[in-house]
């Protein structure tokens, strides 16, 4: 009898095993202070974190049309509250603050850092990479500081669209733009830190985030909820110029 004993232990432990899986959706300017959120975690509880990002606007839809997230985390806070009156999700809570800032590669001679917004009317300025305003918040918010500016009308033509913030950040650094308005978070990234010049936009993006009403493991999804708003994710997201 001892062999059945220990496979009903093996299967309370893949059972365990599986209820401790959190999926989480997440913003793309999230991807490297999640990340490390989620490493900071592990030496605490073990747990399988499945983060998916991308632009808050299309994580916004899969949830919609029954994606199975657990955890959604945007880059807003207009996105979590629709997903809370249809009926979606629960427990709507601010976890950062976000920030635009325009990069160039080192070798820019776009002197960013004095110029701000207005080194975008350089000649040698022809595409400008920013998230897509109709599903990327950071895109939105990148058309209102360049409106703001009162360089928009004056640029618009010059203007290439990521899928996400996190697309947009892509195409400066590969050289198909010569300057993009991404997220602060990106640009203090390690794929990032040290390979160009910025200047940080005077900006606030409150970002919100949800638990899922789908939420296979609602505990697990509270727990990490719980850390997310810990000193130590917070002082995390700081790093990244997340802080609120």
């Known amino acids: 009898m001892k062999w059945v004993y220990q496979l009903l232990a093996c299967a309370l432990l893949v059972t365990s095993v599986a209820a401790a899986e959190l999926r989480i959706a997440a913003a793309s300017d999230l991807k490297f202070a999640l990340d490390e959120i989620i490493s900071a975690h592990a030496n605490a509880q073990p747990l399988l974190v499945k983060p998916s990002y991308g632009a808050s606007g299309n994580l916004f839809a899969q949830i919609q049309n029954g994606a199975p997230f657990d955890l959604f985390l945007s880059a807003d806070t207009n996105y979590p509250h629709r997903l809370i009156e249809s009926g979606h999700a629960t ?129 697990v999804a509270e727990r990490f909820r719980d850390f997310i708003l810990s000193p130590k994710a917070k002082s995390i997201l700081a790093g990244y110029g997340l802080a609120k």
């Open 91 to 219: 427990n709507f809570f601010l976890y950062a603050e976000g920030h635009l800032a325009l990069w160039v590669p080192k070798s820019s001679p776009l002197d960013v850092e004095k110029l701000g917004l207005e080194a975008l009317l350089d000649p040698a300025v022809r595409k400008i990479a920013i998230a897509n305003p109709a599903h990327a918040p950071y895109g939105r918010a990148a058309v209102a500081v360049l409106k703001q500016a009162g360089v928009y009308d004056r640029v618009t033509n010059s203007l290439v669209l990521g899928e996400n913030v996190a697309q947009a950040a892509q195409f400066v650094q590969s050289g198909g733009a010569d300057a993009g308005i991404i997220a602060l978070s990106l640009v203090r990234s390690p794929a990032m830190r040290d390979k160009g010049k910025h200047f940080e936009i005077p900006s606030a993006l409150p970002q919100g985030g949800v638990i899922l009403t789908r939420a296979q493991n609602r505990a």
